[in-house]
């Protein structure tokens, strides 16, 4: 118990470090940096340059996603007509790879700080039904923490559990392509 309450501890120490030295340094241009590599062409992945064709490729697995299109159908309802235009994407939109682990990156969609408790509540069930329980748990633990570190540094414009932003991607689907994400500090789930 004590080994687990030390690495916490430890661990809190690093993140409230980070964040303070982030807070700090200044002159950070996140969308610069973005906009220069969504200049480039996608090309799939790699770590030399050339894709690697077939790495992943599209396969039936025999788990059933009916229960995510629900949540996702869910909360798309919950939403109002404004907010639904901040969530919605088309499936192919470049947004899919415009996400960065730091707080200060510019952030597109809805976030949950914008929704009702009632909206927030479907959002989780989006993120519950798409996730294991690990998962789920741990996506819940970061945003718990990000508000904790923003009690500690007191900045709750940068950091907070509902500074993190949904985008619904495409129309879903059992069908047809689509997609989710979740992305804020620490945690951006495609």
Same mark, same amino acid.
């Given at each position: 118990m004590a080994l687990k309450t030390?690495?916490?501890?430890?661990?809190?120490?690093?993140?409230v470090a980070s964040a303070v030295w982030a807070q700090q340094r200044g002159g950070f241009n996140a969308a610069a940096m973005s906009s220069r590599a969504l200049d480039e062409?996608?090309?799939?992945?790699?770590?030399d340059g050339t894709p690697t064709p077939g790495l992943f490729p599209l396969?039936?697995? !025999?788990?059933?996603?009916?229960?995510?299109?629900?949540?996702?159908?869910?909360? +798309? *309802?919950?939403l109002s007509v404004d907010q639904r235009k901040k969530v919605s994407y088309p499936v192919d939109h470049d947004e899919w790879r415009n996400?960065?682990?730091?707080?200060?990156?510019?952030?597109?969609g809805l976030s949950l700080s914008e929704m009702s408790k009632e909206q927030r509540q479907e959002a989780y069930g989006l993120l519950?039904?798409?996730?294991?329980?690990? !998962?789920?748990?741990t996506s819940r633990d970061i945003m718990r923490l990000n508000?904790? +570190? *923003?009690e500690l540094v007191q900045n709750f414009d940068a950091y907070g559990e509902h500074l993190y932003w949904f985008i619904v991607f495409g129309d879903p689907s059992s069908e047809k392509p689509w997609g989710w994400q979740i992305e804020g500090h620490h945690l951006i789930i495609n």
């Open positions: 030390a690495t916490a501890i430890a661990i809190g120490m690093a993140i062409e996608f090309k799939g992945i790699t770590t396969r039936t697995t !025999g788990v059933s996603i009916a229960p995510v299109v629900d949540a996702a159908r869910a909360f +798309l *309802a919950s996400w960065a682990n730091i707080h200060r990156f510019p952030r597109e519950r039904a798409g996730l294991s329980a690990k !998962g789920y748990k508000h904790h +570190l *923003a």
